[in-house]
């Protein structure tokens, strides 16, 4: 995409080099996604810098490392479908239309859907569907999905949600309590529905709120 932007995402794709990123299909995808139309106005100035933003409405647009390392981790070659949960701004919804065949997006926030329904149908991305309801439940008609990616903080690991994952597939989820989580990699086994779990790094999200995820409205 040409705008008066280009620049500032080379700079962060360096940056995002800089901390480990490697999949250069994400990083093709940083490039090329313009950050700043998925920030509020008056914060287009910092829509490189490698930091969360507020988007309204109590969310954030989490940082470009975290959401970077979130697709890398997810491993996609393009041919996949893919579920998100916590579509915030839409700019990682965006940037995993670029990486995968399909993706649904599940945002809890009535208002948040729509906004961000509506810069991804300016971007003319069209392989992206947006739901506005409880994320933590997933979204079984459409299942299985190759990769879910989970961008808030769950107290576990829910369940709901590996049964949507298809034999072999993979979850990014950050896992913990409301201050502090871990990101997760979790992969379903090929031959039955257990899975295995790893911890990848700290992180700091905000609090998956659903059945499956913490009680409350905020
Ligand atoms: N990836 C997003 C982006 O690029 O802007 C940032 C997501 S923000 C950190 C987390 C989002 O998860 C918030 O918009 C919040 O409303 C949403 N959320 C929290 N609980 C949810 C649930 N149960 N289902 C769907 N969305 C949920």
Request: aromatic fraction near 6%; glycine fraction near 10%.
């Amino acid at each position: 995409m040409t705008d008066g932007f280009v620049g500032y995402r080379s700079q962060l794709v360096e940056t995002l080099q800089g901390k480990g990123v490697r999949d250069m299909a994400v990083l093709r995808a940083v490039a090329t996604i313009p950050r700043h139309l998925f920030v509020p106005d008056p914060l287009r100035h910092q829509a490189y810098d490698d930091v969360a933003l507020p988007i309204g409405n109590g969310q954030t647009i989490s940082q470009p490392y975290v959401q970077a390392r979130s697709c890398e981790l997810m491993r996609l070659t393009g041919r996949e479908r893919v579920l998100e949960i916590g579509t915030g701004s839409g700019y990682q919804t965006a940037l995993l239309s670029m990486l995968a065949e399909s993706v649904f997006s599940i945002e809890r926030i009535a208002d948040l859907a729509r906004h961000a329904h509506e810069v991804i149908r300016a971007l003319g991305l069209d392989n992206i569907t947006i739901m506005h309801g409880d994320g933590s439940l997933g979204w079984r008609p459409n299942s299985p999905y190759d990769a879910i990616v989970v961008a808030a903080a769950s107290p576990a690991i829910p369940q709901p949600l590996v049964e949507q994952l298809a034999p072999g597939g993979r979850l990014v989820i950050p896992v913990g309590p409301r201050d502090a989580q871990v990101l997760t990699l979790v992969t379903r086994h090929r031959e039955d529905t257990g899975y295995e779990s790893t911890p990848v790094h700290d992180v700091r999200f905000v609090p998956l709120l659903g059945q499956f995820g913490f009680a409350g409205t905020g």
